[in-house]
């Protein structure tokens, strides 16, 4: 099966949103991943509400908002507002994460957790039912452009096991350093979105490195 991908506009040309976001409509990406960042959660910050409204007036494909902020439920209902498809909150960020997830989906979004490198996956095993997808972080958060963290692979490969096991249908999305090298053994390990930010934008011909990554 062909990945999902979904590039991060963390690396996009902000002075030129709307023509990158154009570039990815007419690319073969799944999914738009649209990192929040508050500065409390990870040491930077990004773009709130405004802008995400103004990427998904111009797009075509759904947007997948990863939130790496602090007490992510209250914020919910507006990113949904603005155009989310799927919202994933952090499990480190979440004291009552089966209500937030519950709330994600009263809301109409498709609901993601997203787990830092330090994470185990085992802590997912009693909501992995109920969501949608894991965003599971191969950097840590925080910055585009930064270096794959080996460890990810027996990470993916333990969670496919319990979603299998659990009957659970939710995507493992791989988040941080994906590029040309890693993205097959990702997918051999059991992943099924690849995010990627600078190796996407930052590269000659951002369509051409996409489609290279649907057929790694
Ligand atoms: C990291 C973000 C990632 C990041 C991926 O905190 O969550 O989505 O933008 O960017 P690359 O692919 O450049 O590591
Ligand atoms: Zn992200």
Redesign the pocket.
């Known amino acids: 099966m062909k990945p999902y991908i979904a590039p ?1 506009v ?2 996009a040309d902000f002075a030129n949103l709307e023509r990158d976001v154009l570039m990815l409509n007419q690319s073969e990406a799944d999914y738009i ?1 649209v ?1 929040i960042m508050d500065g409390v959660f ?1 040491p930077n910050i990004s773009f709130g509400i405004p802008v995400t409204e103004a990427i998904a007036r111009h797009a075509t494909k759904p947007l997948d908002v ?1 939130l ?1 902020i602090v007490n992510p439920e209250k914020y919910i209902e507006a990113f949904q507002k603005a155009g989310a498809a799927i919202i994933s909150v952090h499990y480190e960020a979440c004291t009552h994460l089966h209500r937030t997830i519950q709330q994600i989906h009263a809301a109409g979004c498709k609901a993601g957790v997203a787990i830092n490198p330090h994470t185990p996956v085992q802590l997912l095993e009693d909501v992995i039912e109920d969501i949608d997808l894991v965003c599971m972080m191969s ?1 840590n ?6 270096k794959f963290i080996e460890n990810t692979y027996k990470k993916v490969k333990q969670l496919k096991e319990i979603i299998t096991d659990s009957g659970s249908r939710a995507l493992i999305e791989i ?4 590029n040309g090298e890693n993205a097959r053994p990702l997918l051999d390990a059991g992943a099924d979105v690849l ?5 996407v934008f930052k590269s000659a011909d951002p369509i051409y490195t996409i489609a290279e990554l649907k057929r790694v």
């Open positions: 991060s963390l690396s991943h990192d990870v990863h790496m950097v958060p925080g910055f585009g452009g930064q988040d941080g350093g994906v995010v990627a930010g600078n190796y």
